[in-house]
């Protein structure tokens, strides 16, 4: 009896998990295969080919610019990075371990700001990017995503609540500055919140579809991030062309993207549950 | 992604009046100040930076003189051209103006609605920031004069700058992160609320165009069902449906979430790690890539309905009149109802990974022992589910919950990349004012923007879609701390 309460047990988690990876494994699948449209016979493709692996990094033509949308969402994505970290840990150690007489207006402040719909402010940025030459370029899309992340602070700074008071009051009576404690007592402790951040704003360049679209619409192929090329190809008039170039295509960009989330979610759990507890 | 941001409520009232406090404080002290100050001080509401010369305070005052003469400088050159014409937003029109001198056609000095627009609302905002920094500067000073006459060490620029990276360590942190805000946030989305009083769009479409204030024109449109106007009937129809799927989504995701979570965590269940990452790999891959692929999996001529067609299923689905005679394929994607199911049910092959990643980590941190005293206590499975496990989770989760339901409102991605170029409304009404039936009140807004170039109506949109969350956020908040108290008192 209780074996067979196993049995069924795990055979309801291999088919939801089936059921889970279907469309993954059809993308690899579709990516490996010889047809370059959608393939609407068979769920597995006829043949075995690196096809569109090669077209993809080798054969560029004004459509598929893979290795500069590549390098260009790698650059947005580092510089967006370290700049949007270093804001989301400062405005977090400031809100959490500092007591001022603003704190409190500004965090229901920053809390009302984020209800507006972020696309909204984005249509006014387009057109201030647009009057000092920054749509199009790597430089204008870095701003968009670091500019504004301050707000995205909470999560930080539930972390930062959690570091016990006593260790940084230790440090005040033997004479620490607050630019101390911060540096040496605080962000030493927050490994996990730290890595959280830091993956978190290098993968919003690389997931962010919205903005992006809005920001580069030159038509030039080679100024797109990767989210705004691969979309291109499954565009009505090129998806038969180009349908297994874009499998390929997320099947390279995943990879890479799927490490760094699986590590972020690690940390995630280990900074944000663990915190909810002890706080 | 990111947009777990919650926001912290207090009354509204309670704000208002000591705003109103801190409002009749900040000019009474101004007085004060004034009456009570020596020459320096006094001085200082002309020249900002003559109170610190006069205690010393030589570069200090250098640098408030600086700021003084370039913001003096900079304001009549740059700003206050915009802020003249900021009442009409420009009168005149570009044009091809004969120059006799070149002889030759040249373009004339037009106006630019959107710049007006633009720096008229960055000219208001200096001019507060000015008068705000004059009455505080003020004060400085004559705190610095109080200092100097009790005898007491008045700081000099060395002890400032020292500081800004001890008590005042705040202002150094929040600095940049503030000026970012303010830039990328504060002001487009002035500029996008004050284009919802005027007549922008792709009639009035800068800078061959001008377009000028309207009043609430555009919020009475929004309401109106005539013949050639029929916001109203689409507004109702998009709102009802963005509520609806952010109910379902919310809570569809929630349920399965946490009983799949449970499911995998149960003591009985083998090899667990392999289980979650099985379910994570599809979270794994950004949402462009794996939402525009589902898109052409299930497409009308696409590799499910081939599937669907072989084994019998969309015959089957004729006969029990789920589908109409007239399609030879299962229209997932391009019929309203079957698209709105379609959409929740992909919604939860995309969510329900995430909330077991999330109640993973939850049930993990319910302490053990609580567990195990209920069952000594004689509690079988599913009564330590509801009385325990099911109240620590909505605890800890709340917050989430509330978050994710303003979230879903906002959930761009799964609307727009599975159905945009795929779905076409049939609904002439819908048509008209360039909705559909699938429409989030986002994805609308979207629309209405980058095809239709109507930045009135979704800047309209926008301010609505914020009340909405306003209001839900902060009702749910007051029920959640109302339920939080309840527990305490249990």
């Known amino acids: 009896m209780k074996i067979f309460k196993q049995i069924v047990r795990h055979s309801v988690l291999a088919f939801l998990s089936v059921f889970w990876l279907i469309p993954i494994i059809w993308l690899v699948a579709t990516s490996f295969g010889p047809d370059t449209g959608p393939n609407i016979r068979t769920f597995f493709p006829s043949g075995m080919s690196l096809v569109h692996?090669?077209?993809?990094?080798?054969?560029?033509?004004?459509?598929?610019?893979?290795?500069?949308?590549?390098?260009?969402?790698?650059?947005?994505?580092?510089?967006?990075?370290?700049?949007?970290?270093?804001?989301?840990?400062?405005?977090?150690?400031?809100?959490?371990?500092?007591?001022?007489?603003?704190?409190?207006?500004?965090?229901?402040?920053?809390?009302?700001?984020?209800?507006?719909?972020?696309?909204?402010?984005?249509?006014?940025?387009?057109?201030?990017?647009?009057?000092?030459?920054?749509?199009?370029?790597?430089?204008?899309?870095?701003?968009?995503?670091?500019?504004?992340?301050?707000?995205?602070?909470?999560?930080?700074?539930?972390?930062?609540?959690?570091?016990?008071?006593?260790?940084?009051?230790?440090?005040?009576?033997?004479?620490?500055?607050?630019?101390?404690?911060?540096?040496?007592?605080?962000?030493?402790?927050?490994?996990?919140?730290?890595?959280?951040?830091?993956?978190?704003?290098?993968?919003?360049?690389?997931?962010?579809?919205?903005?992006?679209?809005?920001?580069?619409?030159?038509?030039?192929?080679?100024?797109?991030?990767?989210?705004?090329?691969?979309?291109?190809?499954?565009?009505?008039?090129?998806?038969?062309?180009?349908?297994?170039?874009?499998?390929?295509?997320?099947?390279?960009?995943?990879?890479?993207?799927?490490?760094?989330?699986?590590?972020?979610?690690?940390?995630?759990?280990?900074?944000?549950?663990?915190?909810?507890?002890?706080? | 992604m990111g947009g777990k941001r919650l926001p912290a409520t207090g009354g509204a009232g309670k704000a208002l009046h000591s705003l109103g406090r801190a409002f009749i404080s900040f000019f009474t002290q101004f007085y004060q100040d004034i009456k009570e100050g020596d020459v320096w001080v006094r001085l200082s509401l002309l020249f900002f930076g003559a109170g610190y010369f006069g205690r010393k305070q030589i570069a200090k005052g250098a640098l408030v003189t600086v700021l003084q003469a370039f913001v003096f400088i900079f304001y009549p050159l740059a700003l206050l051209p915009s802020l003249r014409k900021f009442g009409t937003l420009g009168t005149v029109k570009r044009a091809a103006v004969f120059n006799s001198v070149t002889m030759k056609n040249e373009v004339n000095n037009f106006d630019h609605s959107f710049i007006i627009l633009l720096f008229g609302l960055i000219a208001i905002l200096v001019i507060a920031v000015v008068v705000i920094f004059w009455v505080r500067n003020l004060h400085a000073v004559r705190r610095l004069q109080v200092l100097q006459e009790s005898g007491k060490h008045v700081n000099r620029f060395t002890d400032d700058i020292r500081e800004l990276f001890n008590q005042k360590f705040h202002i150094t942190l929040l600095a940049l992160p503030s000026l970012g805000v303010i830039l990328f946030t504060i002001i487009p989305l002035l500029v996008m609320i004050s284009v919802a009083f005027t007549d922008y769009d792709k009639t009035h479409m800068v800078p061959t165009n001008l377009f000028t204030w309207v009043g609430i024109d555009n919020f009475k449109t929004l309401f109106t069902h005539s013949q050639t106007i029929t916001f109203a009937y689409s507004f109702g129809k998009v709102l009802s449906w963005t509520l609806l799927w952010a109910l379902l989504a919310t809570f569809s995701t929630f349920i399965f979430g946490i009983l799949l979570a449970m499911f995998i965590n149960n003591r009985n269940t083998r090899l667990k790690r392999l289980w979650r990452t099985f379910f994570m790999i599809s979270i794994a891959v950004p949402q462009f890539v794996s939402l525009l692929l589902v898109r052409n999996f299930f497409a009308n001529t696409g590799i499910v309905n081939t599937l669907c067609t072989n084994i019998g299923l969309t015959d089957f689905l004729k006969q029990i009149g789920l589908l109409s005679q007239n399609y030879a394929y299962i229209p997932f994607l391009t019929d309203p109802n079957w698209a709105k199911a379609m959409i929740l049910l992909i919604n939860l092959w995309i969510g329900i990974p995430y909330l077991m990643l999330i109640v993973t980590g939850i049930l993990m941190n319910i302490p053990a022992e609580l567990l195990e005293s209920a069952r000594i206590d004689g509690a079988n499975a599913f009564q330590s589910f509801r009385k325990i496990t099911m109240p620590y989770i909505l605890f800890v989760t709340g917050p989430f919950l509330i978050g994710s339901f303003t979230s879903n409102i906002n959930n761009f991605n799964v609307i727009y990349l599975l159905t945009n170029d795929v779905f076409v409304t049939k609904d002439q009404l819908l048509a008209n004012s360039n909705a559909q039936e699938i429409d989030l009140l986002i994805t609308w807004l979207y629309r209405l923007t980058q095809n239709f170039y109507n930045f009135k109506m979704a800047s309209v949109l926008g301010i609505l879609i914020f009340i909405i969350c306003a209001v839900f956020t902060v009702f749910a908040f007051r029920k959640l701390i109302k339920g939080d108290r309840e527990e305490r008192f249990q």
Request: charged share 10%; proline share 3%.
């Open chain 1, 53 to 279: 692996y090669q077209t993809l990094l080798f054969g560029m033509d004004d459509v598929a610019r893979f290795p500069s949308w590549f390098r260009n969402t790698f650059i947005i994505a580092t510089f967006t990075c370290i700049i949007s970290s270093t804001f989301v840990l400062m405005v977090a150690y400031a809100m959490s371990c500092m007591r001022f007489k603003s704190r409190k207006t500004l965090i229901t402040f920053a809390s009302t700001l984020t209800l507006f719909p972020g696309f909204l402010a984005m249509i006014a940025v387009y057109f201030i990017m647009k009057s000092v030459g920054l749509t199009n370029s790597n430089i204008g899309l870095i701003m968009v995503y670091s500019g504004s992340s301050g707000l995205g602070y909470l999560i930080a700074k539930g972390f930062f609540d959690t570091v016990p008071k006593s260790m940084r009051e230790a440090a005040y009576i033997e004479g620490a500055s607050e630019f101390k404690v911060f540096t040496k007592i605080v962000i030493p402790l927050s490994k996990p919140i730290i890595v959280y951040t830091v993956i978190s704003a290098f993968l919003v360049p690389w997931m962010d579809f919205i903005f992006a679209n809005i920001m580069l619409n030159s038509g030039l192929s080679e100024n797109k991030t990767v989210a705004i090329g691969l979309y291109a190809m499954v565009d009505k008039v090129r998806i038969n062309s180009y349908f297994g170039q874009f499998c390929a295509g997320g099947v390279l960009v995943s990879i890479p993207i799927s490490i760094l989330f699986v590590i972020m979610q690690k940390f995630y759990i280990e900074g944000v549950t663990g915190g909810s507890v002890k706080g």
